[in-house]
């Protein structure tokens, strides 16, 4: 990861655990949408270090018929109104509305969202990193040869117990997104 520090990377971040708080019954409001300490404040670091950041999520509640698109641009508007108030440039949101069970392949673990960002913004794939709380969310780095970062918030503490040796070697396990921004963007 050092190896790159002052080169600018595309920066792919999962949103709820690693931006905002899980919740078990969905980010289905605006009010739902509650920022994780210290992760507003790392997309602006990131950014004023010339990195781009955009998100990538699985929002199954549309899918689901919990949550209309509408409303979900609502909750991602509340979002972005927090993130312009820590300082951050407004950043492209990716989503996925599927269910589990619809078979597409921009769901994560599939790598369909992720390889539309790349296309959306190009980078070398060594600078490109994933930062999520799930197994979900990296694999499909793993797949297309991305740098893997896992976050201990959320659910992160979870997925660490999860993955398997070699995905442990694959992944590089961080204690938040504030922890990961001041790592990619400091030398040891």
Partial sequence: MNSHIGQPRLIIL???GVLNENRPDYVLRPEDWIPIPGSLEAVAHLQARGHTVVVATNQSAVGR????????????????????????SDIDVYICPHGPSDGCDCRKPAPG???RILAEHPHS??????????????????????????VRSGLGCLAEHELSDTERLRTTVHNSLA???????EPL
């Fill in 113 to 115: 969202l992720y390889r």
């Fill in 14 to 16: 999962d949103r709820d």
């Fill in 179 to 185: 922890d990961y921004a001041r790592r990619v963007t």
């Fill in 65 to 88: 018929g919990l949550l209309t698109p509408t409303a979900l641009e609502a909750v991602h508007a509340r979002m972005r109104v927090l993130l312009a108030s820590a300082g951050v």
């Fill in 125 to 150: 794939l060594e600078l490109v990193d994933v930062v999520g709380d799930a197994r979900r969310d990296l694999v499909p780095a793993w797949t297309l040869g991305l740098s893997a970062h896992l």
